[in-house]
């Protein structure tokens, strides 16, 4: 493992395939159980139309900002569009929604800022070179994330340590009718055996190594983003054949940590 050396390929194409990218269909569908972790799949009641927070307009300056940063995938960005991340927020904190922000969402836990989302979206698209059949985020959190992979990946496959959290999500997800994002509850150290192989596994909290159990459910060539070490670094690896990992390190972050066991 040569952490610290630069992805071997560096000329990603500029826009992402799109084509061959088919959302699996809706409906009611067996509940899966990694690990004995509890299955949730978001319903799909009509979106909610409230006042002012939810304008596009508002939404897309967010955007535009991030565009402005550079190096953010269109297909992420054009998530992020569609994504109202006001939904996630307690009403107190509704206002700031569309600002960097990382903000509380309980249990000592937050919301990571939109510039963070759109860039390692954008960093684990540019390393797959194509957009994720299949992807699991560890920390689902509020869920916002997770909506905005939903966006841009086949299917994916959210796991949340903390029970009050993991509902929480469920019921900010339901509106957003998102038939490719299902829900678990569990320790995330431990992947989610019942969804691998993962074109991707994205973590949203920090550990000091990455655990064997996401890159052992990574297909050969899959990658795998998580903020790792002390100071912590966003760090890519991706699984190569034969038992091999290419990873090199990112950028500096600055994430909750990644703990064990089900609250
Ligand atoms: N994805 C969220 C970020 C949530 S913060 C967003 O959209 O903003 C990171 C989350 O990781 C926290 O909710 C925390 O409880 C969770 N977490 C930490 N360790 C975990 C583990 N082992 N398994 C699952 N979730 C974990």
Redesign the pocket.
Known sequence: MATGTPPKRANFPARLPGAGFTPPAAGPRAAVRPGGAAVLRAAVPPLPSGAGMDSQAVRDAMVERLRALGGMEPAVLESMLRVPRHLFLEPGLAAQAYLDNALP?G?G????KPSV?ARAASVLLQALGARPARLL??????????AVLAGVAGEVYS????RA?HELARRNLRALRLPNLRLLL????LGAPGGAPFDAVIS??AGEQAPPAWLEQLRPGGVLLAPLGQPQRLTAMRKLGGGRVESWSVEDAR??????GVL
Do not use: N, W
């Open positions: 969402i249990h836990q937050t919301i990571s989302v985020e560890i920390g689902t959190g509020c869920g916002y994330q997770a796991i949340e340590r903390i959290l569990g320790d995330g150290m949203a909290a994430f909750v940590p990644l703990k064990s």
